[in-house]
């Protein structure tokens, strides 16, 4: 029996466990999305700040970056860099408007959050 080999396979499956056990990923989570003004004026601009969290503080993925992806089915939205920062231009007819959100990790975790704006 070969000792060597038998030592080589019982490492790579403790480094194996070891490393699957810190890579965890978690889930973002958008705590909230703020939009000011609200409600906003017909034609008005509406600033957005979509405030998520990437609880990876007990995994080797805790430095991860976030992406925000914003959308609406009226109006426009303009968020130049894929950050937390957008603005929406109101539309001209008065109601309650959806904006959405997007957030994404680089390991494939999302979230999604949905504020309603009232345009009057």
Same mark, same amino acid.
């Given at each position: 029996?070969?000792?060597?080999?038998?030592?080589?396979?019982?490492?790579?499956?403790?480094?194996?466990?070891?490393?699957?056990?810190?890579?965890?990923?978690?889930?973002?989570?958008?705590?909230?999305?703020?939009?000011? &003004?609200?409600?906003?004026?017909?034609?008005? *601009? !509406?600033?957005?700040?979509? %405030?998520?969290? $990437?609880?990876?503080?007990?995994?080797?993925?805790?430095?991860?970056?976030?992406?925000?992806?914003?959308?609406?089915?009226?109006?426009?939205?303009?968020?130049?860099?894929?950050?937390?920062?957008?603005?929406?231009?109101?539309?001209?007819? &008065?109601?309650?408007?959806?904006?959405?959100? *997007? !957030?994404?990790?680089?390991? %494939?975790?999302? $979230?999604?959050?949905?504020?309603?704006?009232?345009?009057?």
């Amino acid at each position: 029996m070969n000792t060597h080999s038998n030592n080589f396979n019982l490492v790579s499956t403790v480094l194996i466990v070891f490393f699957t056990s810190c890579l965890h990923n978690y889930e973002p989570v958008i705590n909230s999305i703020t939009a000011e &003004p609200n409600p906003a004026q017909p034609g008005s *601009i !509406v600033n957005l700040t979509c %405030n998520a969290t $990437d609880d990876d503080e007990s995994s080797m993925m805790k430095h991860e970056s976030l992406e925000y992806a914003w959308s609406c089915a009226y109006g426009d939205i303009i968020s130049e860099y894929s950050d937390n920062n957008a603005t929406w231009i109101a539309p001209e007819q &008065p109601g309650q408007y959806s904006i959405s959100c *997007i !957030v994404t990790d680089q390991f %494939n975790g999302m $979230d999604i959050f949905t504020i309603e704006v009232t345009v009057e």
